[in-house]
């Protein structure tokens, strides 16, 4: 299982009245819920999660609150209208929580960056907000995300293995040169690319994403690709991604741009492949 953890930071009034009924519990304080979450990942750890996952959609915004983040806290949890700006700033202060969390566990915390989830309403309101019909958002704001980083890498127990997923195809080298940037002695691929994803998961997406992190990041230990977990059928993208992954590989070492080794070809499908996402899952 993986933690799909949108709703501890998007919708805290809905996520702490869930916990509340769930744990049977009261949630006042940020305290409170910041407990209530640590039940909850523990429960998820103990039945073998390593993963969790965040959308941070077009528009996303990391910055420090203004004010108190326990104060904003509780005047959401009272009713009160949080503006703009303090959403962000709680939203920002709980990722960054919950960023230290995952760390002490081990998990690795995938970032899916840059969707634009409202284009047609009518469409909204028949399929509902997870229906699809949603578009490519604008270039990610590097500042915003490297300042995030480096809030986690500094958190009381570092960071934790970052993945990051890019909607728009603009940001793959931006996404895939920030992995040397925090690197770490015995840490492989700490900050690395995520595979092409959602409407980049095709055949052009997949090759684009591998030219650029052979170029700008590490080819190696690139964790391969991933899985909806909303659907069974998905499986098969994983074949899909080996057929175009190999490919891709060949081509490069037919025409000379590689000189490397058949063995040393097939140590690196495989590590792409499968044990690179083993290692993350520590089996």
Same mark, same amino acid.
């Given at each position: 299982?993986?933690?799909?953890?949108?709703?501890?930071?998007?919708? =805290?009034?809905? $996520?702490?009245?869930?916990?509340?009924?769930?744990? *049977?519990? *009261?949630?006042?304080? !940020?305290?409170?819920?910041?407990?209530?979450?640590?039940?909850?990942?523990?429960?998820?750890?103990?039945?073998?999660?390593?993963?969790?996952?965040?959308?941070?959609?077009?528009?996303?915004?990391?910055?420090?609150?203004?004010?108190?983040?326990?104060?904003?806290?509780?005047?959401?949890?009272?009713?009160?209208? !949080?503006?703009?700006?303090?959403?962000? @700033?709680?939203?920002?202060?709980i990722l960054r929580f919950l960023s230290a969390e995952y760390a002490k566990l081990g998990w690795t915390m995938q970032l899916h960056i840059g969707?634009?989830?409202? $284009?047609?309403?009518? !469409?909204?309101?028949?399929?509902?907000?997870?229906?699809?019909?949603?578009?490519? @958002?604008?270039?990610?704001?590097? #500042?915003?995300?490297?300042?995030?980083?480096?809030?986690?890498? /500094? @958190? &009381?127990?570092?960071?934790?293995?970052?993945?990051?997923?890019?909607?728009?195809?603009?940001?793959?080298?931006?996404?895939?040169?920030?992995?040397?940037?925090?690197?770490?002695?015995?840490?492989?691929?700490?900050?690395?690319?995520? &595979?092409?994803? +959602? +409407?980049?998961?095709?055949?052009?997406?997949?090759?684009?994403?591998?030219?650029?992190?052979?170029?700008?990041?590490?080819?190696? =230990?690139?964790?391969?690709? $991933? $899985?909806?977990?909303?659907?069974?059928?998905?499986?098969?993208?994983?074949?899909?991604?080996?057929?175009?992954?190999?490919? +891709?590989?060949?081509? #490069?070492?037919?025409?000379?741009?590689?000189?490397?080794?058949?063995? *040393?070809? /097939?140590?690196?499908?495989?590590?792409?492949?499968?044990?690179?996402?083993? #290692?993350?899952?520590? !089996?």
């Amino acid at each position: 299982p993986s933690l799909r953890g949108d709703g501890l930071t998007d919708t =805290v009034r809905q $996520t702490a009245d869930g916990l509340e009924q769930l744990l *049977q519990l *009261q949630i006042r304080t !940020l305290e409170d819920y910041y407990a209530a979450i640590r039940r909850r990942l523990e429960d998820f750890a103990r039945a073998g999660c390593r993963f969790s996952d965040h959308a941070l959609d077009d528009g996303f915004l990391y910055k420090k609150p203004g004010q108190p983040a326990e104060a904003l806290f509780e005047k959401s949890r009272n009713g009160g209208l !949080l503006t703009e700006e303090e959403k962000q @700033g709680l939203s920002s202060e709980i990722l960054r929580f919950l960023s230290a969390e995952y760390a002490k566990l081990g998990w690795t915390m995938q970032l899916h960056i840059g969707a634009q989830r409202f $284009t047609s309403s009518r !469409l909204r309101a028949v399929a509902g907000p997870a229906g699809g019909f949603a578009g490519i @958002g604008n270039c990610c704001n590097v #500042k915003s995300l490297t300042q995030m980083l480096d809030d986690f890498e /500094k @958190g &009381p127990y570092g960071m934790p293995g970052v993945i990051l997923f890019t909607l728009n195809p603009a940001d793959n080298a931006v996404m895939s040169v920030l992995s040397g940037s925090y690197s770490r002695d015995g840490a492989e691929g700490m900050v690395q690319q995520g &595979p092409a994803w +959602w +409407w980049c998961d095709h055949l052009y997406g997949m090759r684009e994403v591998f030219e650029n992190l052979a170029s700008f990041g590490v080819l190696s =230990v690139f964790v391969g690709m $991933t $899985t909806d977990s909303r659907s069974i059928l998905s499986f098969v993208r994983h074949e899909y991604f080996r057929r175009a992954f190999c490919g +891709w590989l060949g081509e #490069k070492a037919e025409k000379g741009e590689w000189d490397v080794s058949e063995a *040393q070809l /097939k140590k690196l499908v495989e590590d792409v492949c499968y044990f690179n996402a083993q #290692k993350r899952l520590r !089996l």
